[in-house]
Every structure is written in C-alpha cells, then in structure tokens.
C-alpha cells in the first residue's frame, strides 16, 4: 500500500514478482485481504469505499459504497462469497461479493469499528471497537449475539480460534481477554503487557496464543491454562504482528515496516520439559 492510493500484489513464489499494481483509489488505502482462493483482493480506504480486484489482471471488479466514514478493515468469508467492512461511522456492513450488493448494515457500536472479520465457519462475524467493546453477529441474520464487554480502553483486534469455539480480543488497556464464541462469557484475562495489546492469534492446533504490544515484547501463552509461556523481546520497535507457522512450531513477528523475525516456539528441549512442568 503506497501513498499515491495503489496497492500492489507480489509473487512470493517467484522471488517476489510484482504481479499487479491496484489503483483507483481516492483516499489513503487502510487495508488489504487476499480471498480464500487467491484470485480476488479488497482494498479499503479513507475514500470510504472497499473495492475488490482480479489478482490475474489487476483489474477492479467492484466498489463498495455506503459508509460514511474511512474504511479500516475488510475480509472475505471463508467460501469467499460474501465480505464484511468496518468503518470509522460506527458500522460494519455485509456485502455480496458476486453482485456487489449490501445484505445489511451491523448496528451497535458507539464508536469507530476497527475490525470485523467471520468466523471459521462463516456463520459468525466478530467487531471491534473504539467503544471498549466487541460484538459477535449471526451471519445469516445480521442480528447481534451478544456484547463482548470488559476492556477499559478502545478495542484493537479480535481473533476465532481456528475451532471457532473462542475468541481473543486485545485492548489499549494492556490486557487480552478470551471469550466463549458461543455465549460471550469471558474466560480470561490475560495481563502482563506494559502497552497497548496491538494483535493477538491462535496457533493452527489452538493449544497456544500469542500477543504483540506497544511494550516492545510479544508472549506466548497457554490457550486452555492461560499462563504465560514466554515473553520475546529484542526489537528496538514494537511488534505489531505476531503469528504461528502451519505446524503451529515457530512464529513469525513484524514491526509493520523494518524487520520481520522468525522464532521456533519452543527452541530446546529444556524449554519444552519446563512447559511440561507449569
């Protein structure tokens, strides 16, 4: 994403080819997805639109028009034919992909929605929010499940698990907490970072959770005891992204923009046999 409003898609597998260059964009782009088959990208933006792209050609396909404020996040649903923005109006709205046509608007937040993304197996949407607040929403409906509350600062990232059983949200007030998918209640909280808790993910088997926050560290963490298995530290910068391998055996964290470091979870026997003991 550059400041003349384009986007560009690379080639990872072919020593970083530039495949496309994406413009049409008025506004600042604020995020980027890829769809669950490679062939389509979103785009939002500060022109408060999202717009999707063919990979192939570059070209756009569809914008998306109804917010009235930037848009921050945008994301597919897992069989790639819906999408679901988050706006700096206080909403989030569910699309068609196929048509290009709002199904409905998610009504709730007091505050500017961050994120919102679906749930493993589509039927659930996740929002985050200025509000200190996240919300869970039936897909098919659009009807809100429940309030996720008990973060004292602005809501920064929510996660599934990849059973889409629990939820991980992260928060300005230095805390992640986990949640029942199902019924909202809250499971734990997790404390220890000294900043703002930027993101958070499962690890693909879900045993484990890392965070990354504005202290400078990332954690490592039980996903069913909650205890804290390790703190990385090391970056003259915060992290600002954090997440497993495949096999759920190293970690990948970003600063957003110098460095990315490569991590194995557990490095030596030693640090496996103390885990066994906590």
């Given amino acids: 994403m550059a400041e003349d409003y384009s986007a560009r898609v690379w080639d990872l597998k072919d020593d970083a080819r530039e495949v496309a260059v994406l413009r049409g964009h008025r506004g600042q782009i604020t995020h980027a ?91 659930q949407i996740l929002t985050v929010s200025n509000d200190q607040t996240a919300r869970l929403w039936l897909m098919q409906s659009g009807d809100e499940m429940v309030a996720l509350k008990g973060h004292k600062g602005t809501v920064l990232h929510g996660a599934f698990s990849n059973d889409g059983a629990k939820v991980v949200t992260t928060s300005e007030d230095a805390t992640l907490r986990v949640w029942n998918a199902r019924s909202g209640d809250n499971l734990a ?26 202290d400078n560290t990332s954690r490592l963490w039980d996903a069913n005891s909650y205890l804290r298995l390790s703190t990385y530290k090391g970056h003259p910068v915060p992290d600002y992204y954090a997440t497993f391998s495949p096999n759920s055996e190293y970690l990948a964290m970003s600063d957003g923009e110098h460095a990315i470091r490569i991590l194995e979870v557990f490095p030596n026997l030693q640090d496996l046999i103390d885990y066994g003991y906590q």
Avoid: C
């Avoid at 028009?65 to 069989?79: C, N, Q, V």
């Avoid at 699309?95 to 505050?111: A, C, D, M, P, Q």
């Avoid at 220890?192 to 959770?209: C, E, I, M, T, W």
């Fill in 33 to 123: 997805a890829i769809s669950p088959r490679g062939d389509k990208v979103v785009t939002t933006s500060q022109d408060e639109t999202a717009r999707i792209w063919n990979v192939a050609r570059g070209k756009e396909e569809s914008v998306f028009k109804g917010h009235f404020g930037e848009l921050t996040h945008a994301s597919f649903s897992p069989d790639g034919q819906h999408l679901v923005t988050a706006s700096a109006d206080g909403t989030a709205r569910v699309w068609n992909v196929g048509s290009g046509t709002e199904r409905y608007i998610l009504k709730g937040h007091n505050g500017r929605v961050n994120k919102a993304i679906f749930s493993p197996d589509g039927r």
């Fill in 189 to 214: 909280v997790l404390k220890g970072h000294q900043g703002a808790v930027y993101y958070a993910s499962f690890s693909p088997n879900d045993k484990r959770l890392v965070s990354s926050s504005l």
